[in-house]
Nanobody
Framework: QVQLVESGGGLVQTGGSLRLSCAASGRTFSPYSMGWFRQAPGKEREFVATISWIGGGTQHAESVRGRFTISRDNAKNTLYLQMNNLKPDDTAVYYC???????????????WGQGTQVTVSS
């Protein structure tokens, strides 16, 4: 079984920065890729970014491109999301997830963390 635990969320003002972390554990942890998704109240879960776990290739949603950066530390089994120039529209619960393929679709991800709240005040 794979466990994913997010941390680093919080309250920040518009224009501020946060770095989210996702610690992965489990004997069978060997994903093809990992990603970040977010879900705001009353909205569907949406793709934020994904990274190939071995090759390091990335893809970011257009709404966060140039502001957010996904990265990983394979030795620590940890995924990161550096979020800069945050906007109120970025307010959501952020989830990390692991997949056996490189995908932007939530249904392709097999394992999910419990989520961490990010709130951006105006």
């Amino acid at each position: 079984q794979v466990q994913l635990v997010e941390s680093g969320g919080g309250l920040v003002q518009t224009g501020g920065s946060l770095r989210l972390s996702c610690a992965a554990s489990g004997r069978t942890f060997s994903p093809y890729s990992m990603g970040w998704f977010r879900q705001a109240p009353g909205k569907e879960r949406e793709f934020v970014a994904t990274i190939s776990w071995i090759g390091g290739g990335t893809q970011h949603a257009e709404s966060v491109r140039g502001r957010f950066t996904i990265s990983r530390d394979n030795a620590k089994n940890t995924l990161y999301l550096q979020m800069n120039n945050l906007k109120p529209d970025d307010t959501a619960v952020y989830y990390c997830a692991a997949s056996s393929q490189f995908s932007t679709a939530a249904h392709d991800y097999n394992y999910w963390g419990q989520g961490t709240q990010v709130t951006v005040s105006s």
